[in-house]
């Protein structure tokens, strides 16, 4: 199993609230990537970086944001949390070179209230 | 374009029986990937083919990579209750994104 780290795991929060998943990896990987996927459904690209101070939007519109400011860290905020945030939100990293192998993280399950 | 499609979008089987699923995609696959992902968990990667008509073989895991490196599937012989989850295909794109299938969930019944 890889070393990326998701918290928290699960988090119920009410409407309006501002929330930060934090996602971090010991590989020093220089690609991360958040996903968002339904039980079980397809998973939706959302937010990717290929390393600090570089982040792209995926496929799927997101309300979210994210940063890259140190290699192993790449949180994802939400500033004003909706019922239709609630999924599973999943972490990924790989290595920088011609392999596209990704490394998941554990999720972090959000249900907004 | 760049999107692959994966069939069946589910599949029960009994415990026992044998299990494929496909990936199919309109462009030459630099690559494949298949992950797994159990019930409630995160996806796992089990494997990446890059040579085209690749077999490879993980115990009762067969992953096969078209001639044409436009396809690929996933054979499962023998499913057991703890081959129970999504299958996921996915395409490299030579070092940037990689683009996943929508997944192929397997039931199976004990």
């Known amino acids: 199993e890889a070393d990326i780290y998701q918290t928290p795991r699960y988090l119920v929060i009410g409407t309006g609230k501002k929330i930060t998943l934090e996602c971090s990896q010991t590989m020093g990987h220089d690609k991360m990537y958040w996903y968002q996927q339904d039980p079980g459904m397809e998973l939706h690209l959302i937010h990717y970086?290929?390393?600090?101070?570089?982040?792209e939007k995926g496929d799927l519109s997101s309300e979210s944001t994210v940063s890259r400011i140190r290699t192993e860290h790449f949180p994802l905020t939400l500033e004003s949390a909706r019922p239709s945030h609630t999924s599973q939100y999943l972490c990924?990293?790989?290595?920088?070179?011609?392999?596209?192998?990704?490394?998941f993280g554990p999720g972090t399950r959000l249900t907004v209230l | 374009g760049q999107q692959v499609m994966q069939i069946p979008q589910y599949q029960h089987v009994q415990e026992g029986e044998d299990f494929t699923t496909y990936c199919n995609s309109s462009?030459?696959?630099?690559?494949i990937q298949w992950y797994k992902q159990r019930p409630g968990g995160h996806p796992v990667f089990l494997i990446q083919?890059?040579?085209?008509?690749e077999v490879k073989k993980q115990k009762r895991l067969t992953f096969q990579f078209g001639e044409a490196k436009k396809n690929s599937s996933l054979h499962i012989t023998a499913t057991q209750t703890t081959d129970v989850g999504t299958y996921f295909c996915?395409?490299?794109?030579?070092?940037?994104?990689?683009?996943f299938g929508a997944g192929t969930r397997l039931f199976v019944k004990a």
């Open positions: 083919l890059v040579k085209s008509g």
């Open positions: 990924a990293s790989s290595e920088s070179s011609s392999t596209d192998t990704q490394y």
């Open positions: 970086s290929y390393g600090v101070n570089s982040t």
């Open positions: 996915a395409r490299g794109t030579g070092g940037f994104k990689t683009i």
């Open positions: 462009t030459t696959l630099s690559n």
